[in-house]
């Protein structure tokens, strides 16, 4: 069983950037589908993005879409999310997540979080 440990979160100002990367442990990291999802306070958690296991097929909440690009090194076992034109609505708790079938579903192994903070 994989598992997922997300860096790359902080402090940054609207407008700005931030990439985000989650690394899994295991041989079986290509094989899953992968996500990014994110949870604000008092807010539920919500898909960000999700991208198929050879990284052919991507897709985007539509609130991110054009701004967040969701990428995958299955050589390194690492999952990317390039953040562009953060937003303070932005500003969450961000998770990756693997999944069992695409598009994405069947969540089965999360990460920890990393704080990402957009001021205004």
Request: proline fraction near 3%; charge should be positive; aromatic fraction near 10%.
């Amino acid at each position: 069983q994989v598992q997922l440990v997300e860096s790359g979160g902080g402090l940054v100002q609207a407008g700005g950037s931030l990439r985000l990367s989650c690394a899994a442990s295991g041989r079986t990291f290509s094989s899953y589908p992968m996500g990014w999802f994110r949870q604000a306070p008092g807010k539920e958690r919500e898909f960000v993005a999700g991208i198929r296991w050879n990284g052919a097929g991507t897709n985007y909440a539509d609130s991110v879409k054009g701004r967040f690009t969701i990428s995958r090194d299955n050589a390194k076992n690492t999952l990317y999310l390039q953040m562009n034109s953060l937003k303070p609505e932005d500003t969450a708790i961000y998770y990756c997540a693997a999944g069992s079938h695409w598009p994405l579903r069947g969540t089965h192994t999360w990460g920890q979080g990393t704080q990402v903070t957009v001021s205004s």
